[in-house]
């Protein structure tokens, strides 16, 4: 197993800054009445688990069926997924890391929580965990296998530690099966824990198309 660490005596409190801010926010908005605890929940899921991540999941798709553009994603992330319309504030500096069946790739956040925001949406609470933290790096394979993954003894784990600097996005394998499947069908594949390594994609968790039934 590799990992990649850096120096995170760095901007790390940001993110931690801000959550505190939002949720002392959240506190007195709901204790004077102005917002419905319930509700923000329904909204807050819809970013983290719906709209948010099929950011990545289309970033993915096209890098599935166009070589040139999963080459430029592999040179300069930023720059190719800016080109889809998703950039902003958590993604400027973004690196992709492709798995292959030889190595599988995780990303995690030792010291805080650095996200790709543009791409992922909110970040899901275990990555914020001091147990995933912790564990990523010091049992990946007993990681994923909570996470229900189980990989050849082969395959090699490398950890990516991100940064407030940079951010990382795995591009998981295409899944055996899918070549008659369009982008749109192919990006419905792909989860978000697959974009963060936890998970792996496969051709039956497609989502029916709009409009029909499973």
């Not at 082969?154 to 295409?174: C, M, Q």
């Amino acid at each position: 197993m590799t990992q990649n660490h850096d120096d995170h005596g760095h901007a790390h409190s940001e993110l931690s800054d801000m959550d505190l801010r939002v949720r002392a926010l959240e506190t007195v908005l709901t204790q004077k009445g102005y917002i419905d605890p319930a509700a923000l929940d329904v909204l807050i899921d819809t970013y983290q688990t719906r709209i948010g991540p099929r950011n990545g999941a289309l970033v993915v798709a096209r890098s599935w069926v166009d070589p040139a553009y999963r080459d430029w994603l592999r040179a300069d992330a930023s720059a190719a997924i800016a080109s889809l319309g998703y950039s902003g504030r958590q993604g400027e500096h973004m690196v992709a890391v492709e798995n292959t069946p030889a190595l599988h790739n995780m990303v995690v956040c030792t010291l805080c929580s650095c996200y790709p925001w543009p791409v992922l949406g909110l970040p899901p609470t275990w990555y914020k965990s001091a147990a995933y933290r912790a564990r990523a790096v010091k049992d990946p394979r007993g990681v994923l296998a909570d996470f229900g993954v189980t990989l050849p003894e082969a395959a090699r784990i490398r950890i990516w530690d991100s940064t407030a600097e940079v951010r990382y996005l795995v591009i998981p394998e295409r899944p055996a099966g899918t070549e008659a499947l369009d982008e749109a069908q192919l990006a419905a594949l792909v989860s978000r824990d697959s974009m963060i390594g936890t998970a792996l994609v496969h051709a039956a968790t497609q989502a029916p198309a709009p409009g029909t039934s499973a």
